[in-house]
């Protein structure tokens, strides 16, 4: 699993099966490569991105559980583009000014 350092990090354990709870519900959905750890990061990157002070495992349970497979599929859809980089990185100007010639240039 990738390095953790979100404040919530302690809870992972204590929320395990709720992760695996909604993994196995993605995968009748038909998302079956989705790991705990790619809900886990979702979770800490997007829905807690901003932690609560004194939150308590019954209310983390309920994100987790009310989470929906259409937000994540969006959150993994802008991650993919965001570590893509660059498409135009190592172009020169000729070749950026070829990609945008028309047919009436």
């Known amino acids: 699993m990738a390095e953790r350092n979100h404040e919530y990090e302690d809870y992972f354990h204590r929320l395990k099966p709720a992760l695996m709870s909604k993994a196995e519900e993605f995968a009748v959905l038909g998302y079956e490569d989705i790991s705990i750890e790619d809900l886990w990061r979702?979770?800490?990157?997007?829905?807690?991105?901003?932690?609560?002070?004194?939150?308590?495992?019954?209310?983390?349970?309920?994100d987790v559980l009310s989470l929906k497979a259409g937000d994540f599929m969006n959150f993994a859809t802008v991650e993919a583009y965001r570590s893509q980089g660059d498409p135009f990185e190592g172009l020169g100007n000729d070749d950026l000014q070829q990609l945008l010639k028309t047919d009436e240039d």
Do not use: A, D, I
């Open 42 to 62: 979702f979770l800490t990157e997007k829905t807690w991105r901003k932690p609560k002070e004194g939150v308590r495992v019954h209310e983390l349970v309920s």
